[in-house]
Each structure stands twice: as structure tokens, then as C-alpha cells.
């Protein structure tokens, strides 16, 4: 489904010298449909950077990224654009990746709009928004009021509903529950993992937290200063970490903060 070889991304350090700062090194994997993958790393080791450009919002320096068996590494703007309707990500905050002065039914309907899937406001449209809700659990008079009016989680349900509505290829979640508590991350995670099973969507699933990560991924890949250093599946990568950096990772795990976590992914397997 989505694949990236051999991916570099450096940026000039400053303007007046010629030498580079390189942010991603020479990152290759890839990602089936139907299939999650966790890319776990401290802060600033360039995760991020690393979805910008599976996502193509950025161009990687050099190496080729791959979407459904298409070469997309220096595809015109204008085509990216049409194979995006596909690709989504969603991101920390959640507040933020909805307009505040948009009600919450037309956010979710936006993209369909966007890509005339449905004529605004029809029976159609309304019967799609209505589906989606119940997938993600928001209740109908959530749709008129404003994200503001909403919970963090709420609002995080609500911008899954929007990502799933053009039935996405691949979704990039980037910390998208790293805000909320324990508890409502749970339920959030949950409902992803549920919702890949009907989509079948590729997802690369960021964060910091072993917890999180362990509860949605079925490959685990652990990035240090912008290189990969062991990827695997997830239970073998967690139960027998090869780099001193993975098994530090894994230390700050085990605590009984995350065992609701841990049932999440027992619960959707
Ligand atoms: N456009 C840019 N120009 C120069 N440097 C950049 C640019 N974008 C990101 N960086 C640098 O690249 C490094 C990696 O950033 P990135 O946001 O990818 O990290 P991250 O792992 O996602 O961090 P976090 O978990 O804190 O979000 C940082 O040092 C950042 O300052």
C-alpha cells in the first residue's frame, strides 16, 4: 500500500553556509493494507518529518516513496492532490484539526463535499454522516454544536468520523491521543483498531508512548535521530529489544497506568 526506500530529508542549517542538517537517514518500510504500523521514538528524532513525507507533504532529499504500487516521490501537486483524497492524518491536537466556527456535521461531511462524493445536505450525505457517528460513538446532537462545545475526546471521535469518511487508503496518526486522558485514549484507540478491520486502511500510528503504540500496532519500528534502528512485530520488538535504546524505551512501560491500554488490544484481536 504505501512504501518508502532508502528516505533522506536533510534542510540547509542556516542561510548563509552551504551544510545541511539531516533530519530522516535512509529509511525504508513498508505498510499493507489493512495493516498498523507504530513508529516510536523520543521527541525530535524526526517522526513527523518522516509522515510529512509518506504523506507527501513534503519531498523526501532523496530515496522513493510508493502509494498503491504508484511511484509518488515527484508527482505534480495537482496529481498528489487527487491520490490524497485517500490518505489522511490526523493529528495531536484535536482542537485544532477541526475549524472551531464549523459545526461538527458539516466538518464531517467537509471532504465528501470537497470531493463531491455527495450533494450538500442530502439524504445521502446525511445517512453517510449518520453511519459514521455511530462508528466512532458521537451521538446526533453532537453534530450542531461547534468542536468547542465538545470534550477533547469527543471532538477526536469527531475527526475520525471526517477521516473515514472517503475511505481512506492510508491514515497517518500522528500522537492523536496524547492529549486526552488514559481512559478516553483507550476508547479512541479502540475505535481505530475497530474501524480498521471494516476500512482495511494502511496506518502508521506515531507517538512517544510504548503503551500506545503496543495497543494498535502489528510492526513496531524505533527511530533514534532520524535513523531506524530495529523494526519487527510488535510483541517480539517489546519482549526482546536488540539496541540499548528500544530496552530503555521499554522500561518506562510496565506500569499499571497502561494496562487499560494493553486491553485494547486484546479486546479488538
Ligand atoms: N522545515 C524544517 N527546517 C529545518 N528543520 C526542521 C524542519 N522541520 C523539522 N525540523 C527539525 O527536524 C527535527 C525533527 O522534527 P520532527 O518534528 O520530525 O520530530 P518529531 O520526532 O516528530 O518530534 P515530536 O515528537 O516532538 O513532535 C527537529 O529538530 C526539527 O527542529
Known sequence: MIELVDVSKSYRKNI?????????????FRIQAGETLGLIGA???????????????????????????A??????EADMRKKRQHVQIMFQNPESALNPRIKIYDSIAEIMRIHKIHQKNSSEERKKVKELIEIVGL???????????????????????????????FIVADEPTSMLDVS???????????????YHFACLFISHNIGVVKAVSDRIAVMNEGVILESGVTDEVIDSPKTEFTKALMNNYYSDFYVELDEVGKQVS
Open 184 to 198: 478516553v485514549q483507550a476508547q479512541i484507540l479502540k475505535i481505530l483498531k475497530t474501524a480498521q478491520k471494516e
Open 139 to 169: 451521538q446526533e446532537e453532537h453534530l450542531l454544536r461547534y468542536p468547542g462545545e465538545l470534550s477533547g475526546g469527543q471532538v477526536q471521535r469527531a475527526v475520525l468520523a471526517r477521516v473515514l469518511s472517503i475511505d481512506p487508503k
Open 16 to 28: 548563509f553556509g552551504g551544510q545541511r542538517t539531516e533530519i530522516v537517514k535512509d529509511v525504508s
Open 71 to 76: 511511484d509518488i516521490t515527484t508527482i505534480k
Open 43 to 69: 521527541s525530535g528524532c524526526g517522526k513527523t518529518t518522516l509522515a510529512k513525507i509518506a504523506t507527501r507533504l513534503i519531498k523526501p532529499t532523496t530515496g522513493q516513496i510508493k502509494f498503491d504500487g
